[in-house]
């Protein structure tokens, strides 16, 4: 399927990934409107440390291990992407630190992916990694958006608004789409809890321990539990105790402060990396299911659903992120 530049075309969810489609799409003179039900900011994408990370997703996760080469081309769209909107990009890499055998483990796990490192004051340190602060950057996207005659509708999309688009994107991450795509239900709910703290480091490098890493800030981000097959937005203290207590031993400052938590729920294919691409279901395309990735990966699925539109050739990464591909075996 092809459309017109011009053609009306909706985006089902404002987090990172479906405002960075809606501005792309806008910037490529689509007329787009971008439906959320929730207040602006009150997402997954916003509880979230806004991580360009590719190497300690890699590193850390071992879903993404696999997938480095294209977190890496994931990351190097944000420049670009980035230029002209108030967004700055953070990038003051990646500390590791904590027991000295499970340094080794974590610099055996550098050296096995290829990737550079140094030994700093006891410490491993990466310069690759860069991250956004989530919310300002959710605003700015949706200024930048609204600037270039986006329209928001504060209302959850359903089947019945398809007769007013030529195409609708679903970014919902792992809210309910409402039946619109049958390649939705190879997603499985990850419910994140993220601890913000009143004092703490407020620049500098993301700091990586055990169980834990703490990401700085005006309110430093300690991060992040992935609880899975849960979707409920409860607050559970007995699980972020330990994210608490890990951060405490990276830096005991964070004894005397005062917590508060985030939580938010994210949608993660069987591979860990999203759905991107037309559904069976005419008209819909598929843009989901980053697990912990949506900020990083929102560039490149924003070029993939803007290539599909228009009919251009998505290029190499369409095929591991191919919408159909779990529905197909």
Not at 46 to 52: D, E, K, N, Q
Not at 80 to 105: H, M, T
Not at 106 to 112: G, L, M, N
Not at 202 to 215: F, K, L, M, S
Request: proline share 8%; with cysteine.
């Amino acid at each position: 399927m092809e459309t017109k530049p011009r053609a009306r075309v909706a985006v089902a969810g404002a987090g990172a990934i479906g405002s960075a489609v809606a501005l792309t799409l806008s910037r490529a003179q689509f007329d787009v409107t971008l439906f959320d039900p929730d207040p602006a900011g009150d997402n997954a994408s916003s509880v979230a440390a806004g991580m360009l990370a590719p190497v300690a997703e890699a590193v850390f996760d071992p879903v993404s291990t696999p997938h480095l080469a294209v977190l890496r081309r994931a990351r190097d769209l944000w420049p670009a992407f980035a230029e002209g909107l108030d967004l700055p990009i953070l990038r003051e890499g990646l500390r590791v630190e904590g027991r000295a055998a499970w340094l080794a483990d974590i610099a055996a796990r550098f050296e096995a992916l290829g990737v550079p490192f140094q030994r700093l004051d006891g410490a491993l340190v990466d310069a690759e990694d860069w991250r956004v602060e989530a919310r300002p950057a959710l605003a700015a996207l949706r200024a930048a958006f609204e600037a270039l005659g986006g329209r928001l509708q504060p209302r959850a999309f359903v089947a019945e608004d398809l007769k007013a688009f030529t195409a609708v994107v679903l970014a919902t991450g792992a809210a309910d789409a409402g039946g619109l795509a049958p390649e939705l239900a190879a997603l499985t709910p990850i419910k994140g809890q993220i601890l913000r703290a009143d004092r703490g480091p407020a620049t500098g490098p993301v700091i990586r321990g055990e169980g834990v890493y703490i990401c700085p800030g005006e309110r430093p981000a300690i991060g992040a539990t992935m609880e899975t097959g849960r979707d409920d937005l409860t607050i559970d203290p007995s699980v972020t105790e330990a994210l608490r207590a890990a951060a405490i031993r990276l830096r005991p400052e964070l004894a005397e402060a005062v917590l508060t938590t985030e939580v938010g729920v994210r949608a993660a294919t069987p591979d860990g990396l999203p759905l991107v691409g037309w559904s069976a279901t005419p008209g819909v395309m598929l843009a989901v299911g980053a697990r912990r990735n949506g900020w990083l990966l929102a560039p490149l699925v924003a070029d993939l659903v803007a290539s599909y539109l228009k009919g251009d050739n998505p290029g190499p990464d369409a095929a591991l992120f191919d919408a159909r591909r779990f529905s197909r075996t």
